[in-house]
Each structure stands twice: as structure tokens, then as C-alpha cells.
């Protein structure tokens, strides 16, 4: 941001935070911001994220045009570039400041703005290609795919979408493909270790998960030290002798999975040579793939098949989770990595190309063209029929994006029959079955078209003499009668 020679007046736009920005949460949930790496908040306002950051025992400086205009912006590992495009009305400086936000970042440059959705809020006359408030204060809105192309195009690089309006731009491939690496592929936690028979025990619990024994390179330090005075041999005879045969075999089947998914992921937004990739999946492909090549054909199969209508219409059919619907398959978050591998990459793909929501509950996959819906019930677990407070869709044959919010709304919609959405081992799934049979014996059920909404659902209730006491239905009180 080169000057202060400004049409509008950009000090009003920042505000002060108690709790870290959307950006820089999104970043330290993702473990990019962390206790070793250092952070700059570029265009920082008011200070908040670097307060927040610091109060964390986090690395982190911040510079402002106005507000710490003395600060000399220096290099960081991470970068934030938050809420700082919308406000620039001239398409250079824009550009400019994305630019010089790229030149300091050493690791990552995290790009936030207000979206389109936004729009109702922001008002004031057409001014350059965005909006002048009546506060002079500027605002250019992005779509989620206008600002990916936007960074993408400015700083040369791939891009991933972290969360709407949140873009990473990496510096090294290698930083991208580790960060898919860790959203794509299951993490397998190690045990606690303090001693040689716990750390033999760890190895064996990630031999049965991940299908294969693990590399000195991917265990803990302090079990490298607990298993030093074991040779390699020697502890690949204990650990293949304590080892379950089938939990490696099923380890072994779900790696494979996980390693196609991520290639194919990868092709979707740009695929590295073998080196390139994180060296847990490097080993993966080398244990479970006659190839590279022959793991990246068998990849751009699967992503193939997502063209296939017929074939992700059968995938749906086949799920073991989710509710399935004329138009669409419906999943719950804690199920989602249960479905059939070409739906997960569905998903994936959709999330890369425009950013999960945060906050999101149940994933909505069309099963004719390619769109994917995330849907906000915040009282998901403790509402026996929450109501939609959100939903956001990215249609992936134009990577336009559409969000409709019902907070406002008088008679939101709901759901029902909960336990379709959830797996059948899901801890809430046995409670939520048992409430379904319940009102389905009440005659809840008998009219579909009328219980979508809060007020149509009521009536039935009311209509059939019945009341919700949490997840339990009872007989509704009679109302006390005036003398």
C-alpha cells in the first residue's frame, strides 16, 4: 500500500477484535500458523490478530499504513493479508499491495476478503468497481472464485481455498502438497511412548492402520531414541509378530484409498513429480503401487469417474452412509470420510476449489451435474430437528459459488429422520433412530410436504397431540384453562 493519497477514507474499515480474525483462526486451526513460525500482518488495522497471536506465545508483527505506519514490514514465514484488497479502490495499488503481501511471505501468504454475499450490507453509491459508503469508506467484493483466480494470476502460483474468502498461496509446491497431504489423508496419531515395550506397541498401532511399517523419518524423535539399540530387522520381526493381520489388511486397503484420493485431488489443482510429495506418501506409493505412474493412472481413473453420472450414481447408491434423495446425497461431517472413495473426492475437490465453510454439518453431493452444498445447523447435536441457518454451493462445471443465509428468516427449514445423515456406529445415530420410529407411530410422517419448516412442523405436532422434550417424544400438556 504504497501512499496515503486515498479517494476513500480506509482507517474507518478497520475495527478492533477480541478474538482472532476468521483468516488467522483458519491459519492456526490448520497448524500453517503454529509456536515455530514467525507471522506479519500486513495491513494489520488495529492490531487485533497480532495481540491475539502474541497472547498465544505465537511470533507476530504487524504494519499499517495508518495505524503502525512507524513498523518496517519484514519477511515472515506466513503472511496475512486480511480484509486489505476489498478497501483499495484503485485496481493498481490493488494489485500493488497483493504484490509487496507476496514479496514478504517466506512460506505462505493467507488472502482474505468480504464476499459477495456480503453485498446487503454494504451501502453507498457505485464507485471504480465496487462500492463508495456514505462513510467514504471503499469496498470491492469478491466472489470466492474471482479471488483465488485473482491471487492466483498476481502471484503466479496454484492456489487453495482454506474456507471461503480465505485463499493460501504457498510458496514451494512442496508446502501446498504437504497442506493437502493433512486434508486429505487420515492422520495416524502415535502413541504415547516412554519406554521400549510402549514404543514397539506405538509402531505396531501405525502398522495396522497405515498398512505398512513406518520409516525412521516419520516417527517421533524421542521413539527413535526409545528403539535405537534395535536393528531395523529386529524390530520389523516383533512388530510383524504383534501385528493383526487383518487390521494391516485393512490398513492397507484404506492407505491405497487415500493415496488415490490425494493424487487425484492433486491433478485437480496441479500435480508435482513423485519428489514433490510429502514423504509419507511418497513411501505410501512405493508400498502399495508397483509405480508412480502406475498410482497416477489409476488416480486419473477415479477423477474420470466424477464425469460419470451413472457411475457416481451408483457410488451413491452403494454408501453406507449418508441420505440419499432423487436429486442428492446428503452426509453428515463426522461421516464423510465413509463414503465410497469417488464421492470423497467429489467433496474434496469442491472444497479445494472454493473452501469449506467452517461451521458446516451436513455436505449435499447432486448427483446430476457436479455441485456440492454445505449446509450450517449449528444445534445439529443437541436439536432433535435443528434448523438451517446456512448454505453454501459450488458448482464445479464453472466454480461459481452461491450462499443463502436463513438466518432472518421467520419459518426456517429443518430436518428430519437425522440418523439417515449420520453412520450407523456415529454415538448419536441409536438415540436419533429410536425418536424417528417414535413420530413416524405418531403420524408425524403422513403429510411431507408440510413439515420442510418450523411452522408446518409445529402444526403437525400439534395436530397429533405431541411435544418434543429433547430427543424423546412425548404427549402434548393440555393447556390450562382459564376460570
Not at 77 to 96: A, F, H, P, Q, S
Not at 124 to 132: A, I, K, M, S, T
Not at 433 to 440: A, I, M, N
Request: aromatic letters at 8%; charged letters at 25%; one cysteine or more.
Amino acid at each position: 500500500m504504497p501512499g496515503l493519497h486515498w479517494e476513500s477514507d480506509r482507517r474507518l474499515t478497520a475495527i478492533g477484535r477480541s478474538t482472532l480474525s476468521i483468516a488467522a483462526r483458519q491459519a492456526v486451526v490448520d497448524g500453517e500458523v503454529n509456536s515455530s513460525t514467525s507471522v506479519l500482518d500486513y495491513g494489520s488495522g488495529r492490531g487485533g490478530d497480532v495481540r491475539g497471536l502474541r497472547e498465544m506465545h505465537f511470533q507476530a508483527e504487524g504494519w499499517d499504513p495508518y495505524y503502525a505506519s512507524e513498523t518496517v514490514p519484514q519477511p515472515a514465514d506466513v503472511v496475512l493479508l486480511t480484509y486489505v484488497l476489498n478497501i483499495i479502490e484503485d485496481t493498481k495499488e490493488r494489485r500493488e499491495a497483493l504484490q509487496a503481501a507476496w514479496g514478504l511471505a517466506e512460506r505462505l501468504l493467507v488472502v482474505t476478503t468480504r464476499l459477495t454475499w456480503d453485498r446487503s450490507k454494504v451501502r453507498g453509491r457505485q464507485y471504480e468497481d465496487g462500492v463508495l459508503t456514505s462513510r467514504r469508506t471503499f469496498q470491492h467484493l469478491f466472489s470466492p472464485g474471482e479471488l483465488r483466480a485473482y491471487v492466483e494470476e498476481t502471484c503466479g502460483v496454484r492456489c487453495v481455498s482454506a474456507a471461503p474468502g480465505i485463499v493460501y498461496a504457498f510458496k514451494s509446491d512442496d508446502a501446498r502438497l504437504t497442506y493437502l497431504a493433512r486434508r486429505i489423508v487420515p492422520h495416524v496419531a502415535w502413541l504415547a511412548s516412554g519406554d521400549t515395550g510402549s514404543a514397539i506397541a506405538s509402531v505396531v498401532d501405525y502398522t495396522q492402520r497405515r498398512g505398512r511399517l513406518p520409516q525412521l523419518e516419520e516417527m517421533p524423535a524421542e521413539m527413535v531414541k526409545l528403539l535405537a539399540h534395535l536393528q531395523p530387522k529386529e524390530l520389523q520381526r516383533i512388530v510383524r509378530k504383534a501385528a493383526d493381520p487383518e487390521k494391516v489388511d485393512a490398513g492397507v486397503k484404506a492407505s491405497t484409498l487415500s493415496t488415490l484420493l490425494f493424487l487425484a485431488v492433486e491433478l485437480f489443482n496441479g500435480r508435482g513429480p513423485y519428489s514433490s510429495l510429502p514423504i509419507s506418501l511418497q513411501l505410501d506409493v512405493r508400498a502399495f503401487f508397483s509405480s508412480y505412474k502406475e498410482a497416477c493412472m489409476r488416480a486419473d481413473r477415479l477423477l474420470l469417474k466424477l464425469r460419470d453420472d451413472a457411475y457416481v450414481r451408483g457410488a451413491m447408491q452403494a454408501s453406507n452412509v449418508g441420505k440419499l434423495t432423487p436429486t442428492a446425497l446428503y452426509v453428515h461431517r463426522r461421516a464423510i470420510d465413509q463414503m465410497p472413495t469417488v464421492l470423497r473426492l467429489y467433496e474434496h475437490c469442491a472444497s479445494i476449489a472454493a473452501g469449506r465453510p467452517p461451521s458446516w454439518s451436513v455436505a449435499k453431493l447432486r448427483h446430476q451435474g457436479r455441485a456440492v452444498s454445505w449446509l450450517v445447523y449449528p444445534e445439529f447435536d443437541t436439536d432433535p430437528h435443528p434448523k438451517l441457518r446456512s448454505s453454501y454451493m459450488v458448482d464445479l462445471t464453472t466454480l461459481k459459488t452461491t450462499f443463502k443465509s436463513y438466518e432472518e428468516a421467520a419459518n426456517r427449514p429443518l430436518l428430519h429422520r437425522k440418523h439417515e445423515f449420520l453412520a450407523a456406529d456415529d454415538p448419536d445415530a441409536l438415540k436419533c433412530r429410536r425418536l424417528t420410529q417414535s413420530e413416524v407411530r405418531a403420524g408425524l410422517y403422513e403429510n411431507p410436504h408440510l413439515i420442510g419448516t418450523e411452522d408446518g412442523w409445529e402444526a403437525e405436532l400439534v395436530r397429533c397431540g405431541k411435544e418434543l422434550r429433547g430427543h424423546r417424544l412425548v404427549r402434548r400438556k393440555e393447556p390450562i384453562q382459564a376460570k
